[in-house]
C-alpha cells in the first residue's frame, strides 16, 4: 500500500482526495472557475465609475455643455447692460422684468434659471443621457465592451449615475456662475417676485436651493426618456431629439385646455411648480404632485431601458 513520506497513508475518498499533490487551486479548473469565468475576473471591477467619468470628460460634447452653463449668464449679463444704455427698449412689460432680474444677485441667478429650464437645460440633460449607450453602439464599441465582459445591468448603472452626475454638475454651474456674477454686479439683495413681498436673502438663498433640486427631479422624466431611447436606436442624436422633442410635444399638449384632467398626466404639467416656492405662503401642493408624477416616469422609463438592453442583440 502507498503511503506518504510521512509513513501515513493518503486519503482515498473526501476532498482531499480530489486535490493535486501540489496543493488547492481554489476551485479553478484550467484557470476557469467553477460558474464558468475566468481566474480573477469580478463584476464589479469592470468599467468603473472614475473610468468612465474620465471617458466622458475627454469628450467634446461634454466640455462644451458644460462651458455654455458658464457662458450663459456672463451673455445675460452682457445683454443686460446693453439695454440698460437703451431707454427705449427698457419699457413695457420687458423693461419690468430686466428691472426685476437686476435686484440683485439673487434675483439674476433667478431669471438665468428661469430662462433656461423650459428648454435649454432639457437639451443639455437630454444630450447626457441620450448620448450614453447609442453613442457606443454608433461607434462599434459597445459590442467590445459587453465582450470584456463588462455585465450589460453594470453597464448601465456606470452609464447613468455618470450621465447624472454630469447633468447635475451642468445644473450647479448656471446657477453658480449666475448668483456670482449677479451679486458681483448687482450686490447681494433680497429675493423679488410679482407674486410675493420681498424674500431676506438668506431664505432667498434656500428657496433658490429648492428650486434647483425640484428641475433636477423634473428633469428626471427627460433622463428617463433619453436613455431609453439610447438603448433602443444606434443613432446618438436620435436619441437625444427624439427626447426634447417629446417634452415640447407634452408641453404643447398641456396648454390644450380641453384635454381636461388628462393633462394632469402629461410629463410636463408639473414643470413649473416650482414658482410657488416665491409665493408667500409658499404653495407647496403641485411640487409634492410633480415631484410623485416625475420620479413614476423616471422609473417607468429606466426599467423599460433595462429590461430592454438585456435582451437585445447587440451587434455594433
Known amino acids: 500500500m502507498m503511503t506518504t513520506s510521512t509513513g501515513q ?5 473526501g476532498p482531499a482526495a480530489d486535490r493535486p499533490a501540489d496543493g488547492p487551486t481554489d476551485g479553478l479548473v484550467g484557470g476557469v472557475d467553477a460558474a464558468g469565468a475566468a481566474a480573477g475576473y469580478r463584476p464589479r471591477r469592470t468599467l468603473p465609475i472614475r473610468a468612465e467619468w474620465r471617458r466622458q470628460a ?47 444677485g439673487l434675483n439674476f441667478a433667478l431669471f438665468s434659471i428661469f430662462v433656461s429650464a423650459s428648454f435649454l ?58 448668483l456670482l456674477v449677479g451679486t ?7 429675493l423679488q417676485s410679482t407674486v410675493a413681498a420681498q424674500i431676506p436673502a438668506g431664505e432667498g438663498l434656500l428657496r433658490l436651493l429648492g428650486i434647483l433640486g425640484y428641475l433636477s ?18 443613432a446618438a442624436l436620435g436619441a437625444v431629439g427624439g427626447a426634447v422633442l417629446l417634452w415640447i410635444l407634452s408641453s404643447i399638449l398641456d396648454q390644450i ?12 404639467h408639473y414643470s413649473t411648480a416650482w414658482l410657488g416656492l416665491l409665493s408667500t405662503p409658499m404653495q407647496t401642493d403641485d ?6 408624477s416625475a420620479l ?21
Open 184 to 190: 458681483l454686479r448687482y450686490g447681494w439683495e433680497p
Open 217 to 234: 427631479v423634473v428633469l428626471l422624466i427627460v433622463a428617463g426618456l433619453a436613455f431609453l431611447l439610447s438603448v433602443t436606436t444606434d
Open 257 to 268: 385646455t380641453a384635454l381636461g384632467v388628462l393633462r394632469d398626466f402629461l410629463p410636463t
Open 121 to 178: 437645460l432639457v437639451v443639455v440633460v437630454a444630450l447626457f443621457f441620450g448620448d450614453t449607450v447609442a453613442s457606443e453602439a454608433s461607434w462599434g464599441s459597445l459590442r467590445y465592451l459587453l465582450a470584456v465582459p463588462v455585465p450589460r445591468a453594470r453597464l448601465l448603472a456606470v452609464k447613468l449615475i455618470v450621465a447624472a452626475a454630469y447633468s447635475g454638475l451642468a445644473l450647479v454651474l448656471l446657477a453658480g456662475t449666475a
Open 287 to 292: 411640487l409634492v404632485k410633480g415631484a410623485i
Open 296 to 316: 413614476s416616469y423616471a422609473t417607468a422609463f429606466w426599467g423599460l431601458a433595462f429590461w430592454r438592453f438585456t435582451r437585445k442583440d447587440v451587434t455594433s
Open 58 to 104: 475627454a469628450r467634446r460634447r461634454t466640455q462644451l455643455a458644460l462651458a455654455f452653463m458658464v457662458i450663459l449668464p456672463l451673455i445675460i449679463l452682457i445683454a443686460f447692460e446693453f439695454d440698460s444704455q437703451d431707454d427705449d427698449n427698457g419699457g413695457g412689460e420687458f423693461g419690468s422684468l430686466i428691472d426685476l432680474a437686476t435686484a440683485g
Open 9 to 13: 497513508q493518503p486519503p482515498t475518498d
